[in-house]
């Protein structure tokens, strides 16, 4: 999901939205099952997709580690070009 939509539950969520889930999902695909260098990087790479903020007052949320992805780049370098320069165009998008 989007950051937004992670971070606003009420929100009806928009293309933009599922274009950055399209991103993370591709993001997501690529550090589980491709080659890479740096792979102590991969771990904390991984946690962004794993997270869960419970409040009492307004529910479930996440995003918090995406936007920080998103704001800082990937640390992690594709062995395979293609794969690395789409994922750094995308990124620079959004």
Not at 39 to 47: A, E, I, L, S, Y
Request: negative net charge; charged residues 20%; proline residues 3%.
């Amino acid at each position: 999901m989007s950051v937004f939509l992670l971070q606003n539950n009420h929100h009806v969520h928009q293309i933009l939205d599922d274009w950055e889930s399209a991103f993370h999902v591709l993001t997501w695909s690529a550090l589980c099952y491709t080659v890479y260098s740096h792979q102590d990087d991969v771990g904390p790479q991984m946690k962004p997709y794993d997270e869960v903020d419970v409040h009492r007052d307004r529910g479930v949320e996440g995003g918090r580690l995406k936007r920080d992805m998103i704001q800082n780049g990937l640390k992690v370098i594709f062995h395979l070009p293609a794969l690395h320069k789409l994922i750094n165009d995308l990124h620079i998008f959004f």
